[in-house]
């Protein structure tokens, strides 16, 4: 079985949602490996001094137990516009490292900075993060994600999102779009207009 992983967003030496990131990763040991222990993320994390000063990925890899701990400059990556991808077949309820299938759909994208998936008529994620869309009141993320991400559940959780069934038909009805993940948190300056999105 692949290896699984978290990515996790240092900041000037502060790790981020840690509850969250230990929560799922557990979540995945008992129900892959029959875990009946709990890891405690943070506990385990010991931050390099070169690294706690400035905005840092850490990837944290593991099976049953901690594989390995690694630490990245983090630089965001501008996505501007978004190739819609249908794919029934996709599942991606835990964070493996074998990315195969989400690759193959990216590798259609064309023109477009990256994809968003629609599985069973439902809009979904992109290749790498979670998304939300702007009706003109609130800000709404997909019900069905392929896997719900630690941003997403802390944006839900403080209510500055909700849930709601978008359709690809649904996405006219929307302004505006942002991406979000463990290192994407929620920022007004990474707006995409949805007019980006290409059927």
């Known amino acids: 079985m692949s290896p699984l992983f978290e990515t996790i967003r240092l900041q000037d030496g502060i790790l981020h949602n840690m509850e969250y990131h230990s929560d799922r990763l557990n979540k995945s040991r008992k129900e892959l490996f029959g875990a009946d222990d709990r890891l405690d993320l943070l506990l385990c994390i010991h931050i390099p001094a070169e690294c706690k000063k400035g905005l840092f990925k850490c990837k944290v ?9 690694s630490f990245s400059a983090y ?11 249908a794919d029934n077949a ?26 968003l998936l629609v599985k069973n008529g439902l809009i979904a994620d992109t290749s790498f993060s979670n998304i939300l869309f702007f009706d003109g009141i609130d800000w709404l993320t997909p019900a069905s994600p392929l896997l719900p991400g630690t941003m997403r559940r802390h944006l839900l959780e403080t209510k500055l999102v909700r849930e709601k069934v978008i359709t690809p038909a649904d996405l006219p009805a929307y302004q505006k779009a942002m991406l979000i993940n463990a290192m994407l948190p929620f920022d007004s300056s990474r707006i995409l207009d949805t007019a980006n999105i290409r059927f």
């Open 75 to 85: 630089q965001p990556r501008r996505i501007e516009s978004l190739q819609l991808i």
């Open 90 to 115: 996709i599942r991606y309820n835990h964070k493996f490292v074998n990315r195969d299938h989400i690759n193959r759909l990216y590798a259609q994208r064309g023109h477009c900075d990256d994809i």
């Open 61 to 69: 890899t593991y099976r049953l137990k901690m594989e390995e701990i």
